[in-house]
């Protein structure tokens, strides 16, 4: 094996392990997490401050240790702007199917970008400039970062096993994460056809980011479709 792809293992292993860890203690705290943040009594700083905790371990913490340690660009991960209407508008077209899950199922509650996020409302609702820190930083964990996340896995998996015209290793793995990260597990048709429209969508994503070299479709439907419908 050799040295680039020993780098390579090394960086899976570090944003798979920090995740999964994060994961894990949302597994085992989710529940006091929820009910503490839902807790007027104490300050929405406190009460947020948990909940982005976790979601930064999640999704975030990983890849930067990865990017800053082997000083990538995120350019290098399709951060620009070739391609990048193809890339909009292809990862727009694969959404239909969790767009339509959504709206037959009637849960589509209005457009607000992030608010799958319990306090992302009252959040907004704070004083200036608060209100406007506190949804920026939503939206670069929830948004930027979750995106960001599949990106950089899918590209470092695809590294070890290429793709090809038919079949994106990286593409699927990441979708089956997305899966059981949202928990979509179980055998009643609603469960099914959510985690069929989540692999079309996650699936179709990625292999678009590989064919345009551009990411920007990626990080736009954490923006107006995963937790903002």
Same mark, same amino acid.
């Given at each position: 094996? +050799? ?7 090394? +960086?899976?292993?570090?944003? #798979? ?17 929820? +009910? ?10 406190? %009460? ?19 990017? #800053? ?11 620009? %702007? ?43 609702? *704070? ?9 920026? #930083? ?36 990441? *979708?089956?994460?997305?899966? *059981? ?6 055998? +009643? ?19 678009? %980011?590989?064919?345009?070299?551009? *990411? ?14």
């Amino acid at each position: 094996m +050799d040295k680039s792809n020993k780098n390579v293992k090394k +960086d899976i292993a570090v944003i #798979l392990a920090i995740s999964f860890t994060a994961a894990v203690l949302y597994i085992a705290f989710g529940r006091m997490i929820m +009910d503490y943040g839902r807790d007027l009594s104490h300050s929405l700083f406190s %009460r947020f401050l948990p909940v982005f905790l976790i979601q930064f371990g999640m999704s975030c913490l990983g890849i930067i240790i990865v990017l #800053l340690g082997n000083g990538e660009k995120l350019s290098g991960y399709g951060l620009c %702007r070739k391609n990048i209407l193809q890339s909009l508008v292809g990862c727009m077209i694969v959404s239909i199917p969790t767009v339509a899950f959504l709206f037959v199922t009637n849960e589509i509650h209005g457009f607000l970008p992030f608010q799958g996020m319990f306090l992302t409302k009252e959040i907004l609702n *704070a004083v200036i400039p608060f209100n406007i820190l506190g949804y920026l #930083l939503i939206a670069l964990t929830w948004g930027l970062g979750e995106g960001l996340f599949y990106v950089v896995l899918a590209h470092k998996i695809n590294l070890i096993f290429n793709p090809n015209k038919v079949w994106n290793p990286g593409a699927f793995i990441c *979708a089956m994460i997305s899966i *059981a990260i949202h928990g979509m597990i179980g055998l +009643d048709a609603a469960t099914i056809c959510e985690a069929f429209a989540t692999f079309i969508l996650m699936y179709g994503s990625l292999v678009i %980011r590989e064919k345009t070299g551009n *990411a920007w479709g990626n990080i736009l439907i954490f923006f107006v479709i995963w937790n903002a419908l």
